[in-house]
């Protein structure tokens, strides 16, 4: 069992900046991937962005605007949100498994408001 704990969402104007935070319950990333999901009201879960052993993958919607990073001694990923629209507002939820396409477990998510 992993628990995930976000921080860091919040209210926020287009243009401006944000950076999540998800601290993991125990090491993770010798066997998964951690990233990042978001859910816009009325619409799916998207993927975001995920981090793992071999490199990141960024979703085309948020490429060269977030980035994702991690602090392996912390046992913490984060993601950078730079440029930010009123289309990126949405609940923020990390995730570990075989990302994209398979999670594991999902932090509780942390609201992300980008006013326009």
């Known amino acids: 069992q992993v628990q995930l704990v976000e921080s860091g969402g919040g209210l926020v104007q287009a243009g401006g900046s944000l950076r999540l935070s998800c601290a993991a319950s125990?090491?993770?990333?010798?066997?998964?991937?951690m990233g990042w999901f978001r859910q816009a009201p009325g619409k799916e879960r998207e993927f975001v962005a995920s981090?793992?052993?071999?490199?990141?993958t960024h979703a085309y919607s948020v490429k060269g605007r977030f980035t994702i990073s991690r602090d392996t001694a912390k046992n913490t990923v984060y993601l950078q949100m730079n440029s930010l629209k009123p289309e990126d507002t949405a609940v923020y939820y990390c995730?570990?498994?075989?990302?994209?396409?398979?999670?594991?477990?999902w932090g509780q998510g942390t609201q992300v408001t980008v006013s326009s």
């Open positions: 125990r090491p993770t990333f010798s066997n998964y991937a």
């Open positions: 981090i793992n052993w071999s490199g990141t």
């Open positions: 995730a570990i498994g075989t990302l994209p396409n398979q999670v594991d477990y």
